[in-house]
């Protein structure tokens, strides 16, 4: 065990694998080179389709012990995953690394699998009942949790090789041309699926919508693409991408967004060339929705809004808000619409949107990033990751990475959820350093980091509601009381793992 | 400044059995509270809210806002009880329904008085707002307003009054034109604050903000809300233009070097700046300053010059 610089202890070894101890958000350089894949020969007329997954699996040679992948751009309406981990073991596979990009609730089917021993580890964190069997020690199942960045960064460096990467093509031609755009399981972006399309030793292309060559656009190409394979479904499309993102309706909620709102003012930040991203939560929404507003009242010419895409900032682009969107991921059918319309609406890869060891990613380039919490503490620490029961619940997302890369982040979030105060001495669990974070916006006041003074006294001059973090933590401790530290023993059932490759905390198994 | 002069753009009310709303009073920046025992709390609850709302004026002490208990009406045996357990927890003042008679607010501020005798409060600590919300209401509100020093404003109760009617309310409101403009005048006449009724549809910020621009223009100060949610659009009706603050900030500066040579009254640029508008401008900046807009510090002594 090793203390890192946020007082965490943390393993330096973990399943037989070593790793750093956070020390900061800008300084660790590992010395390696990009990863590679094997070259392969393809003659003309060799048809790349095949009858069924177990054929791709057989053909991508997969044997125990080896890693797949899949991506979560179908979310919880995937079935890819299940379907795979059935057919892995149906032919006898096991002790096999699930190395995808994000895991939902949807995939609690593979938790038999995990029992009898076919996938034993997972280099992805998880959202739902597998995060918390894992934390009550239920399932023996290792969870190293990553940000968007940081995956692309495990899978580009080699610290995570993907021995076959299967990719759900919602649109896709008989050579492995594909997109997201069209199709019954259209989701739009395909930016988590890049990275796995460039590194795995295999590619195999998984659609339900099989189109004559050339699909098009191309996402990605057919020089990527080892094999196709037709299913009847990818998934459900009512939980593939949600018909609406909603603004927040709670005058709680609304009052949090306008604070961010003029947060986000008097920052100065909101001039020309303004860039900007928010979640899909109802008041990230509230806060995109006013500052809409203000661009158009103040005549900003923004530059470009990223992140995961809605309707608000569709509607922003179209409005001449934006020049650009960035879309690593489309969060409701609007944004699905657009990206295959709008040629200023880009696809872009979760390398180049977040990966700090690549040569520039546009978090980087962001002015202002509006991120959600489960909780914050009074050094501005972020947990996203575990619940109140200490069960790890959820995936990181790109919460680290846009704090890192954004001049601004702010955290928006209720003071109180249920009985529980959300200001707390301590996080449970570091998602993200405190370091990186600009200010805390809840409804019974506003924390600045004593890293932005100018951007505090000029919020105290406009008369908004400052207090210091520790005063707003006690006000609202006023209310709730003091709830009962969770109790967890020394077992690590998992490690969260900061952008750049460090771990910044460990999850251990709760004490029941 | 004195609780006469007090910004209430917009008095909210919160139910007083409801303790996840009461939480809430000191997060909304609404200028006041309107903590309610009457109409929202349910006959079983009646017991509870009273003792929630105790509480909660016990607990809460920093409140950042007025705030007002409305009580049941006085003629309803819920009346005593809620004024015997919600005065020691010192609530701003009382709004006081169905005040159709001037002797109904008499009778409050006798009560008032006694209470502050007893808990040897300086007498006038309580305020009251009463609610002219019936036809007879109407008829009285110009000796209603003036039953009381304790009275800072007088608030327009609508849907109670077409009740009374036996009329429906629209949204336009072309059948209150009548009973607002006795209410401001009564209001105005008395020398304090008229407060509009209610908009009970949350969910349109267009017809709220329309009505908030029609009752200003009438002369109102200020407006009851059901919903935080009102808040802002209420706020951006009251907030003055700039325009306005500059005229404002002139005429203060005008009378400050009137008031050096010995007068009280001065042109400006061709207009007689005296008292009345010395006041106007007074009250422009002193809604400025509650908007954050100007940094001004406004004293009696800027208002009306030096005795």
Redesign the interface.
Known sequence: MARNSLGREVPELFHGRRYEPYRDPWSHQPQADRGTRPLVRRNPRESKVLGSLREAIEKAGLTSGMTISTHHHLRNGDVLLNRLVEELDAMGLRDMTIASSSVHPVHAAIIPAIRKGVVTRCETGVNGLIGELVSRGELDFPVIVRSHGGRARSIIGEDVTIDAAFIAAPCCDETGNLNGVSGPSACGSLGYAYTDARYARKVIAVTDHLVPYPAAPVSISQSDVDWVVTLDSLGDPQKIVSTTTRITRDPAGLLIARYATQVIEASGLLRDGFSFQTGSGGISLAVADNVRRRMKELGVKGSFGCGGITGYFVDMLEEGCFETLFDVQCFDIRAVQSIGRNPRHREISADLYANPFNRGTVVDRLDCVILGATEVDVDFNVNVNTESTGYLQHNTGGHCDTAAGAKLAIVVAPSMRGRLPIVRDRVTTVTTPGETIGVVVTERGIAVSDRHPDLKAELLRRRLPVKDIRQLHEEICAITGQPRPIEFTDDVVGLIEYRDGTIIDAIRRVRE | MSDRDRLRRTLLYVPGNMPGML??I????ADGVMIDLEDAVPLAEKDAARTLTASFLRTVRDRQREIFVRINALDTKYAEADLREVLPALPDGIRLPKADHPEVVERLDTRLTETEERLGLPIGTFTIIPSIESAVGILNVVETAAASRRIVALAFGAEDYTASMEIQRSKTGEELFNARSRVVWAAKAAGVQAIDSIFSDAGDMDGLRQETELVKRLGFTGKSLV???QI?VVHEVFRPKQQEIDEALEVMEAIARAREMGTGVISLRGRMVDAPVVKRAARTLKTAVAF?MIAYELTDEVIHGKE
Not at chain 2, 26 to 29: G, R
């Open positions: 939480q809430n000191p997060v909304f920046e919903n935080p949610r802002d954050g």
